[in-house]
């Protein structure tokens, strides 16, 4: 029974680059949700996706940042023209439904980017 | 804007000394409130959800309980390898994003 996947788990990019961050749900979760966790704060949130749908993305840097989830494949966060700032470990979470009151959101091991 | 902030940041126990941790939350309409365990290196483990004040639900040696404004997680004769952060997330009104606390790393001494 396969969790949230996520890859690569680290990353190493030079300033200016592109990185590409995946995730693939749990089995039968058809949300994702994507949060950012820099050195010494919490979690934040960034972008909350279904199939094909962007539902909220208010957690979004305005620039340089998007996200997807297609019909098919993992969704991918896409940081164009990498700066040191964004340096942090990025989470990929699933849930079944965001609407049910038996709402919980399962988080894979995390992507640790290093902008050198 | 929804709040949570838990304390202490860090505590320190004696194997077998059973302690509190505390989470602290403002939020519009509480659709939920979420302990997660995390571990250095790797992604938050769910522990559990509580919805309305007065709900309690335990797991081995934790036990967490609600009301209108803090969550405790209650740690019983906890060992090493609770050794932890735990972290403390709501979910508010139309929002469907955890709003998650800073954490509180647990270091439980043999």
């Known amino acids: 029974n396969a969790g949230v996947m996520q890859n690569p788990r680290h990353l190493v990019r030079r300033r200016g680059q592109e990185a590409r961050l995946r995730c693939s749900p749990m089995?039968?979760?058809?949300?994702v949700y994507w949060y950012r966790q820099l050195p010494e704060e919490g979690l934040k949130f960034m972008v909350y996706l279904q199939k094909e749908n962007i539902i909220d993305e208010s957690g979004m840097p305005k620039e340089r940042f998007s996200a997807e989830f297609p019909k098919e494949g993992p969704s991918i966060l896409r940081i164009q023209q990498v700066v040191r700032g964004d340096s942090a470990a990025y989470f990929c979470a699933s849930s079944t439904d965001s609407g049910t009151d038996s709402y919980e959101q399962y988080f894979g091991p995390g992507t640790r980017l290093t902008v050198t | 804007e929804d709040q949570v902030t838990q304390s202490p940041e860090a505590l320190r126990l004696q194997e077998g000394e059973s302690s509190s941790l505390n989470c602290s939350y403002t939020v519009s309409g509480l659709r939920g409130l979420f302990w997660y365990r995390q571990d250095p290196g790797k992604g938050p483990e769910f522990l559990f959800t509580?919805?309305?004040a007065g709900e309690e639900k335990e797991k081995e040696r934790l036990k967490a309980t609600l009301t209108k404004k803090e969550s405790f997680l209650h740690i019983t004769a906890p060992k090493p390898e609770d050794s932890a952060t735990y972290l403390c997330a709501v979910r508010g009104g139309s929002n469907y994003k955890l709003t998650f606390g800073k954490g509180t790393l647990l270091t439980v001494n043999p």
């Open positions: 509580l919805y309305s």
């Open positions: 089995k039968g979760h058809s949300h």
